[in-house]
């Protein structure tokens, strides 16, 4: 139902600003290197809300479209995952500094789920396929310099049983950092 729900959330932004005349040309290079950095929290896991680092570096061929890896690292707690994926995230460009990122990718995700100890201990881990769907809402701090927010909507199709018995089909991620980039 989110999944739903973020993905009407998308279409309907696109639909919006592709008619408006709001959006600029950029005025970054092409054929140039960009990196971001966040950290937030994932929810919907099968430990609940765990704190969450991500990562990307992108090329741009075009001013308005990038290509890269995408990282996405949950260290602390019960639950370790890991979720590498190849995205693409077009680029939107204000007037006023703001930039809207749309992505997807697709790659691999692993959780390693170890908790308590004793007869009753839970020690499950499974690698999946995964798919990235998220929106990141940038502010031009600098030239080469912004402030992110994103959602990301996490798919996967993790089975951590017989230890849990439901399988972990989704999450989604709230992550605020930076983005250095042409």
Not at 14 to 37: D, I, K, N, Y
Not at 101 to 121: E, M, R
């Amino acid at each position: 139902m989110i999944v739903r729900l973020v993905l009407r959330v998308v279409l309907l932004t696109f639909a919006c600003l592709s008619g408006t005349g709001v959006l600029t040309p950029a005025v970054r290079a092409e054929g140039q290197w960009g990196f971001g950095t966040e950290v937030g929290f994932v929810s919907g896991t099968v430990d609940d809300t765990v704190f969450a680092i991500g990562a990307n570096l992108d090329y741009y061929p075009d001013p308005n479209f990038s290509f890269g890896a995408l990282l996405q690292l949950a260290p602390l707690g019960d639950l370790t995952q890991i979720g590498i994926a190849g995205a693409a995230r077009y680029h939107f460009h204000f007037n006023n500094g703001i930039n809207l990122v749309p992505f997807v990718g697709f790659g691999l995700i692993h959780a390693d789920l170890n908790k308590g100890s004793g007869p009753t201990a839970i020690d499950r881990n499974d690698t999946s396929w995964y798919l990235p769907i998220g929106l990141s809402l940038e502010y031009q701090v600098a030239r080469n310099l912004a402030l992110t927010s994103t959602l990301v909507v996490n798919l996967y199709d993790l089975n951590l049983s017989p230890s849990i018995p439901e399988h972990d089909h989704t999450s989604v991620a709230l992550l605020f950092g930076f983005r250095w980039g042409p």
